[in-house]
């Protein structure tokens, strides 16, 4: 959990930056003082659950902070009412308050690596692209990103000898294979790989065992992590995801 106190936020603005994600901006007095350089940091966001008057805890990356600004951009996958957290995100309006803990931990790419290798799902887009952003201009690999539709395909910029592929999957609910299928396609570099693959649950274990048993790549050049599980809520999935983390060798 992150360890500063909660911060209680107002929302600034709010851009629908595909038809499925929409961003958020954050802002307000209790801000100042928020740490420089957290993009892929993650946060934890009290939203609204249902029409009940309770609060449920939802965890988000930070996409972008500008200091100068007091600014600090939040990206949300938003598919209705089928979450609290993307029924907030659809409804807000400016001046709305939401409390903020964090940030949190980050996790990126080891920069010094030879090549590098992303791979995700829309709930790990920001993560990806704040990655990505920081790559060094002569980065070779490529980014595997499973999105909902054509049209949430984001502008990107790369490094020349670094790809994105974009796979398009309308039913992320259902059970596939998608995104290690396309990363099977794909050619395996020479040299020190740098892996960062962040989806859902049953879909991270089939890339953790790819990574671990087909390419042998030493456990220290991986960061593979579930941000969902299918059928679960969040409290639910921090459970199966913890016991995952117990039993993984």
């Not at 040299?191 to 274990?205: K, L, T, V, Y």
Request: net charge negative; aromatic share 8%.
């Amino acid at each position: 959990m992150p360890k500063s106190a909660p911060r209680k936020l107002t929302v600034i603005r709010s851009q629908q930056i595909s038809p499925n994600m929409k961003r958020i901006t954050l802002g307000g007095s209790e801000l100042e003082g928020f740490p420089p350089n957290q993009e892929s940091a993650y946060l934890k966001l009290q939203v609204p659950d249902g029409d009940q008057g309770s609060l449920v805890t939802r965890t988000y990356t930070v996409r972008n902070y500008r200091e100068e600004l007091n600014e600090l951009d939040v990206d949300f996958v938003v598919h209705g009412d089928s979450g609290p957290a993307s029924a907030w995100a659809s409804r807000v309006q400016p001046g709305d308050g939401i409390v903020v803990a964090g940030p949190g931990g980050k996790k990126l790419l080891d920069f010094s690596a030879d090549w590098f290798v992303l791979a995700g799902d829309m709930t790990a887009l920001p993560a990806i692209s704040v990655n990505i952003e920081q790559l060094p201009d002569h980065a070779r690999g490529y980014a595997v990103i499973e999105i909902l539709h054509e049209s949430d395909i984001q502008a990107l910029q790369t490094p020349d000898a670094f790809e994105i592929h974009w796979v398009i999957n309308p039913r992320p609910e259902q059970e596939n294979t998608l995104l290690l299928d396309k990363l099977m396609q794909l050619p395996w570099l020479e040299g020190r790989p740098s892996i960062w693959a962040a989806c859902e649950f049953n879909n991270m274990r089939a890339l953790r065992l790819y990574f671990k048993q087909e390419k042998a790549v030493e456990k220290n050049a991986v960061y593979v992590s579930s941000y969902w599980k299918r059928g679960l809520s969040e409290e639910q999935h921090k459970k199966v995801k913890r016991t995952d983390a117990e039993t993984a060798s």
